[in-house]
Every structure is written in C-alpha cells, then in structure tokens.
C-alpha cells in the first residue's frame, strides 16, 4: 500500500471553455481542433497550475510527494510542469501512465451536442437505454471501462511503491472513478458524491492516506479542494 495518494485534475484546458460556449449557442464546432490528448491549457489553466506548485512548495520536506506519475495528454503533463516549476523546490520527475487518459469518447471525441445529435441521432436513446455507467460511445468507453483500467493502476502502484507517497495528475472522470474503485463505491455512489461536491474542478486536489504504517486501506482525507486557488 502506498502512504499517500493525491490527486490532481490539470488546469482549465482550452475544452473547458470552448464546449460549454458552443454547446450553450448549439453550435456545430467548437473553437478546438486536433486531438483531445493535445489540447492545451488557458492562460487561467497555467495559474491554476501554478498555484498547485505553491501548495506543493509549502509542504514540509517529509510530505512532498515521492512519485509523480501523469497522464500522457498535454494538458496534464503542462499541469505538473508549470507546477514543479513554480513550486520553487525539488520534486521527482514525472513519468507517464496510458491508463490515465481522460475518458476515450471514440468516434464522439471533440464533437459539441449538437454535432453529436446530427452526425448520431440514435446516440442519446442508446445513452439513456444503457445508464450512464455502461453507456459506452461509438469507439470508445463506459465508466465501468474506467474502472477496469484503474483497477489495474493501483494494482501496479500497490506493488511497485508501497510506503511511498504518490501525487497523480490527470482528468476529472480519472479522479472521480479512482474515488470509486478506491473506496469500493457504486454507481449510485458516485452519483451521491458527485450531488455533494460537483464536479471534480480544475486543479482540484483530493487526497487519500493510509491509516497506519502498513495498512492495506487508504482513506480519503479531502476531495476536490481548491482552497489553494485565487479567487476566481
């Protein structure tokens, strides 16, 4: 087990902003182009990130992390760069895990609701028919998916740093479904979780510790915190 477990979703991306803007003028396209994994972050995105790196910065030495592993897509690694960076102190170098990828939409990938409803028609009675947690894109993968990949992460994590204090830096469905595998939650769970806090926000920390040296259960401290934010 490792002794620690945080959680970072990266900065606000340019999707962020450029979806809820289409989608709310029922747009065709939105101001994105090219793959979801390089989408990059906003100006706001970058001072998220660096606001990361000063709460990282004013840790005591004995509890910054040991281990930084990031998604492979560019707005987390930026995330964690622009935040070593600014931490103003050493942190290890990151490496990156492909089970850390933000949900994969497939042939939905980057499209705003209302190509979606014109390229897809039958999609939203296919969504509804299936439930959220098993409703899996054309091309892509389901919640559960998720589940399944994280799964195999902590396995790896587990065995490969136990005692060790890990931070990881990836996406909001990353950190909402390792809450669920985690702590062992339902779907019905997870929504609970989701009514309680929100969404999990940009540059949110949430953190797991273990309860005692040696123990074999992490226990969540906090989750989607953003105290170490300006004001917005």
């Known amino acids: 087990m490792v002794a620690e477990l945080i959680l970072v979703r990266h900065g606000q991306s340019l999707a962020n902003v450029a979806f809820p803007a289409a989608d709310a003028e029922g747009l065709m396209e939105a101001a994105v182009s090219g793959r979801d994994a390089e989408v990059p972050l906003t100006g706001l995105g970058q001072e998220q990130a660096a606001a990361v790196g000063g709460w990282l910065g004013a840790l005591p030495e004995d509890r910054r992390p040991e281990v930084v ?3 492979p897509y560019l707005r987390a690694r930026e995330t964690w760069r622009i935040a070593a960076e600014a931490s103003g102190v050493a942190l ?3 490496r990156t895990d492909d089970r850390l990828v933000d949900r ?9 609701r209302a190509a979606v409803q014109a390229r ?3 999609e939203a009675d296919r969504r ?7 409703y899996m894109p ?6 559960a998916d998720i589940a399944v990949r994280l799964k195999s992460f902590l396995d790896d994590l587990y065995t490969d740093h136990p005692g060790r204090r890990v931070i ?14 985690v702590e062992q939650l339902s779907w019905d769970d997870v929504l609970a979780v989701e009514r309680e806090s929100g969404n999990v926000r940009n540059a949110s920390i ?21 105290d170490h934010l300006p004001p917005a």
């Open 138 to 143: 054309p091309n892509g993968e389901s919640f």
């Open 128 to 134: 509804a028919a299936a439930g959220e947690f098993e």
């Open 206 to 226: 949430s953190r797991f510790v273990a309860e005692e040296d040696g123990a074999r259960q992490l226990t969540l401290d906090r989750y989607n915190v953003i």
């Open 120 to 122: 897809f028609p039958g």
């Open 69 to 71: 592993i990031t998604s």
């Open 104 to 112: 994969l939409m497939g042939d939905l990938e980057l499209l705003t």
């Open 92 to 94: 290890p170098e990151p």
């Open 168 to 181: 990881v830096v990836a996406h909001d469905a990353v950190v909402l479904m390792m809450r669920a595998v």
